[in-house]
């Protein structure tokens, strides 16, 4: 199972919106609406921002949505903040033979 | 609160083993299934396997199939990962992680666990 493409950053001013994308294939990204977003910031274990798609888990703001098309999926951060600065995962299902796989990760950078 | 705490760093020779163990406190153990996901330094994020402590099933990713292996104690809450014929390539943080028992995705992180190969 390869690994969902990514890229391998992204950066933007305060205030303004980004967009992460995650393209995997027919088997994991477009076959599940099982597709989560992860933060890591350095030295710390990742965060779940996203799960299925487009759900927020309590806790985490509003400013992050996430989105599908095909075996594309997204994540969005409108009102960029500097403590949105680190790493970001995507990770789809692929399937009860491989299970998870994840993105190779997107380091955002807040200018 | 679900909590996941992991053992402490080892340090390792190629070719031997090591196991990890990830304790869990608050929630029920068995009900939710437990992920353990590996990051070489300054690279992604690899999912090596899961296991279902109700059931006491594991599955692992193929590309370490065969050298892997996850239990689950339900007695302790606690779960490990043993990985054998160890390789520099191995050298990596090693986390558990909380699949949520409503919605697919890893919810709760145990807080990593370094391990070494060097010979």
């Known amino acids: 199972q390869s690994a969902l493409t990514q890229p391998a950053s992204v950066s933007g001013s305060p205030g303004q919106s980004i967009t992460i994308s995650c393209t995997g294939t027919?088997?994991?990204?477009?076959?599940?609406?099982?597709v989560s977003w992860y933060q890591q910031h350095p030295g710390k274990a990742p965060k779940l921002m996203i799960y299925e798609g487009s759900k927020r888990p309590s806790g985490v703001s509003n400013r992050f949505s996430g989105s599908k098309s095909g075996n594309t999926a997204s994540l969005t951060i409108s009102g960029l903040q500097a403590e949105d600065e680190g790493d970001y995962y995507c990770c789809s299902y692929a399937g009860s033979s491989s299970f998870w796989v994840f993105g190779g990760g997107t380091k955002l950078t807040v200018l | 609160q679900v909590q996941l705490v992991q053992s402490g760093a080892e340090v390792k020779k190629p070719g031997s083993s090591v196991k990890v163990s990830c304790k869990a406190s608050?929630?029920?153990?068995?009900?939710?299934?437990i992920n353990w996901v590996r990051q070489a330094p300054g690279q992604g994020l690899e999912w090596m396997g899961r296991?279902?402590?109700?059931?006491?099933?594991?599955n692992y990713a193929q590309r370490i199939q065969g050298r892997v292996t996850i239990t689950a104690d339900k007695s302790t809450s606690t779960a490990h990962m043993e990985l054998s014929r160890l390789r520099s390539e191995d050298t990596a943080m090693y986390y558990c992680?909380?699949?949520?028992?409503?919605?697919?995705?890893?919810?709760?992180w145990g807080q990593g666990t370094m391990v070494t190969v060097s010979s």
């Open positions: 992680a909380r699949e949520h028992e409503e919605f697919d995705a890893f919810d709760i």
């Open positions: 027919s088997s994991d990204v477009g076959s599940y609406n099982l």
């Open positions: 608050g929630g029920t153990f068995s009900s939710y299934t």
């Open positions: 296991i279902i402590p109700m059931l006491g099933i594991a």
